[in-house]
C-alpha cells in the first residue's frame, strides 16, 4: 500500500469514527432544530417558556449522548458512562457548545477506562470486581471531568473561535463556496463525514446558538450538484445510465441518499468538474441570498432541508439548490455528450463494482469476492421456512432501507408471510431468516446463527434479489 492509499484509508477511517458518533444522534439534532425554528423569539411560533429547551438540548444534552457514543464505541458500556462523565467538565469549562469537545472527550475517556481494566485483569480480589468496576468509573471519570474543565474546555473554545472567525472571515470575502473545491470530490470518496460531522456540524450548532441558523448545514446537504448530474445522463446518457437515471433522481432529491449518483460520476471522472462547480454556485448563492438551516439535514433530502429552513429562507433556498442543479447539468452535459459521441464511456456496472470497492475501503474493508459452493447451497431455505428477511447495510440506514422497501413492494403478492426489514450488519435481528447484504459486508454476519446470507453488489439491483424474489413469488 502506498503512501498516498494509507493517508486516504486514515482519513476515511477518521470520518467513519466521527460519523458513528454523531449518526446515531441525528434526531435529536433535528427534534433541537425544529424546537428552535418554532420556539425562539424569531420563530414560527415564538414561546419563552418552550425556548428554554434550545440552550438546555444544544449545551448539555446533545454533547453528552456524542460523548455517550464516542466512549461506548472505544470502551463498551463502561466507556459510554465515562466519556458522558469526563464531558460534563467540558461543558462546564466553556461557555459555548462542546459537541467538538465531546467528540475529543468521550471516546479519550473511553479509551482510558479501556487501558485500566486491561491493566487490572485478573488481578481483583474475588467479591470486589463490582465495588472496582463501580469506583473505577467514578473515580476515573471526575479525574478526566476536571481536566476537561481546566484544560480541555478551555482550549477547544479557543481553537473554536478560530477556526469560526476563519469561516466568518470567508463569508465576509465571500470565500465560502472555496470548500466545494474540497467537499464534493470527497463525498464521492467518502471522506464527506469527516468534513461535515466534524467541523460542520460543531460550527454550524454554535451558529445557529448565536444567529439563529448557519450555511454551513447547506455545503454538504445540497442536492443540486448530483441532481445535475443525474439530468445530464436522463437527457444525453444511452443504456442503463440513462434508464436509471430516473429512478435515481426520485432516490437522490427526496429520499436525501446521495451516493446514488457516486457511480455516475466514477463512468466519467471529468464530472467532478461538474459537481464542484455546481457546489461552488451553490454555495455562493446562499451566500449571497444570507440563507441558512437551524439544523442539519440528515440525509439530505429536500424535504429535510426544508424542515430544517430558518424562516424566509425557504424560496431562498431552493434558488441555490435550482443553481447549483443548472450549473451542474449545464457543465455535465458537455462531458456525457461527448463521452457517449466517442462510444468510449465507462460501463455503469463497472462503475458501481469501483463504487463498491471504494465504500468497502473507506469502510476499512477488504474487497472480498463471494462464492457459492455446495456446502453454501444445501443452506438455501425453502420459501415456506423463511419468516424474516433482513437487508443489511454498515449504518442500517440508507441503502438497506431502500433495498428493504423495494423487496417488499416485489413479494406483496406472495402467498407467504414474510416480514422484510433492514439492520445494520453489526446488529442483525436473532429471529432472521435470510441476510441480504453487500459482498464486502458477509464476513461480518455472524455465521454461527444459521442465516441464509445473500451476497449482494447493489441494493437497487442485483442478479441475487431477483432470484430471491423469485423464490416467494412463484
Known sequence: MDKKTNVKNNVQRFGRFLSAMVMPNIGMFIAWGFITALFIPDGYFPNENLSAMVDVLLKYLLPTLIAYSGGKLVGGERGAV??????????????????????????????????????????????FEMLVNNFSVGIIGMLLAILGYYGIGPLLAALTAIVEGGVDFLISKKLLPLVS??????????????????????????????????????????????????????????GDSKDSSAGAMIIHFFGGIHEIYFPYV????????????????????????????????????????????????????????????VVSFFIASIFVKRAFARGN????????????????????????????????ASTVKEAKDVKKVVFACDAGMGSSAMGASRFRNAIKDSPYDIEVTHASVS???????????????????????????IPIKNFLADPNINNLIERFIK
Open 345 to 376: 464511456s465507462t460501463d455503469f456496472e463497472k462503475a458501481k463494482a469501483d463504487l463498491a470497492s471504494s465504500k468497502a475501503e473507506s469502510k476499512g474493508e477488504e474487497k472480498v469476492e463471494v462464492k457459492v459452493d455446495s456446502n453454501q
Open 181 to 238: 473545491i474540497f467537499v464534493e470530490p470527497g463525498k464521492i470518496l467518502f471522506l464527506n463525514n469527516a468534513i461535515n460531522h466534524g467541523i460542520f456540524t460543531p460550527i454550524g450548532a454554535n451558529q445557529v446558538s448565536e444567529m439563529g441558523k448557519s450555511i454551513m448545514y447547506l455545503i454538504e446537504a445540497n442536492p443540486g450538484p448530483g441532481l445535475g448530474i443525474l439530468l445530464a445522463y436522463f437527457f444525453f446518457g444511452k
Open 266 to 325: 466514477l463512468m466519467n471522472p471529468y464530472l467532478l468538474l461538474a459537481v464542484i462547480a455546481g457546489g461552488f454556485a451553490g454555495v455562493l448563492t446562499n451566500v449571497l441570498l444570507n440563507t441558512g438551516l437551524r439544523s442539519a439535514a440528515s440525509p439530505g433530502s429536500i424535504i429535510a432541508i426544508m424542515s430544517m429552513a430558518a424562516p424566509g429562507d425557504h424560496i431562498k433556498i431552493m434558488i441555490s439548490v435550482l443553481i447549483a442543479t
Open 82 to 127: 465515562i466519556g458522558a462523565i469526563a464531558t460534563a467538565g467540558v461543558i462546564a469549562g466553556a461557555d459555548i457548545p462542546m459537541l467538538m469537545g465531546a467528540m475529543i472527550m468521550g471516546p479519550f475517556a473511553g479509551w482510558v477506562i479501556k487501558k485500566f481494566d486491561k491493566a487490572v485483569d485478573n488481578k481483583i480480589p474475588s467479591g
Open 427 to 453: 446488529d442483525i435481528p436473532e429471529d432472521a431468516d435470510i441476510i441480504v447484504t453487500n459482498e464486502n459486508l458477509v464476513e461480518r454476519v455472524d455465521k454461527t446463527k444459521g442465516y441464509e446470507i
